[in-house]
């Protein structure tokens, strides 16, 4: 069973737009950590947001902010006023305790357009 | 620029062949992690080693193998290769290893198998 699940596989929206991507979350685990990762045109995976299970406080950085629900087991994330650059796959991850190691189990990603 | 470093950047081979990944973590970073990305299984955790030691395998393959070296670099061996192991390699590095980490990842290496 996934345990990431993104069901928007792509998205395109006018720049300026707000958009939010979803991200619903499987785990046993009372104690993990799940993730957003940015993986732009140049391919590399750039790290976003970390955030514990432990902390449902939402976080704004700027244009992004986060919405965590453990009620709903989902983490989704939301930019503000789109830009071009903002044109990416986003990957949503889950670390969980029990493994006692770190190893991320990542959603299938959202591809994202941003049309100027 | 995450300070995770892996060469080369791109590899074309053939099939049978076997070739060597190398990355080199972050400054002060003690724990390597491999990933595949490929089109049809995903971002999927292969091996992770903390200070030279295998912490955790994911969905690697016998014909694959990682070792961690004393001054931290790793390296992923790939043997045998097949047409379905082209993808896209990713190695990623953090402090601990453990799960509170963030895992910081390198550029990538492109590999092409013919």
């Known amino acids: 069973a996934q345990k990431v699940t993104q069901a928007q596989t792509e998205i395109s929206v006018v720049e300026k737009e707000d958009v939010t991507l979803d991200c619903v979350y499987e785990t046993r685990d009372t104690t993990y950590y799940l993730f957003w990762y940015k993986q732009p045109p140049s391919g590399e995976l750039v790290f976003l947001i970390r955030r514990n299970s432990f902390d449902e406080q939402n976080e704004i950085s700027g244009r992004y902010s986060w919405n965590f629900q453990k009620s709903t087991s989902s983490f989704n994330f939301t930019i503000t006023a789109s830009q071009v650059v903002d044109s990416a796959v986003y990957f949503c991850a889950l670390s969980e305790a029990r493994t006692g190691a770190n190893n991320l189990f990542f959603g299938t990603g959202t591809r994202l357009t941003v049309i100027p | 620029d995450s300070g995770v470093t892996q060469t080369p950047k791109h590899l074309i081979t053939a099939t049978g062949q076997r070739v060597t990944l190398r990355c080199s973590p972050r400054s002060g970073d003690l724990s390597v992690y491999w990933y595949q990305q490929s089109l049809d299984q995903g971002l999927q955790f292969l091996i992770q080693?903390?200070?030279?030691?295998?912490?955790a395998k994911g969905n690697i393959l016998e014909r694959f193998s990682a070792q961690q070296f004393p001054d931290l670099h790793s390296e992923l061996n790939l043997s045998s290769l097949e047409l379905g192991d082209s993808a896209l390699y990713f190695c990623a590095s953090s402090v601990r290893g453990d799960y509170t980490d963030t895992q910081y990842f390198g550029p990538g290496t492109r590999l092409t198998v013919l």
């Open positions: 080693y903390y200070n030279g030691e295998e912490r």
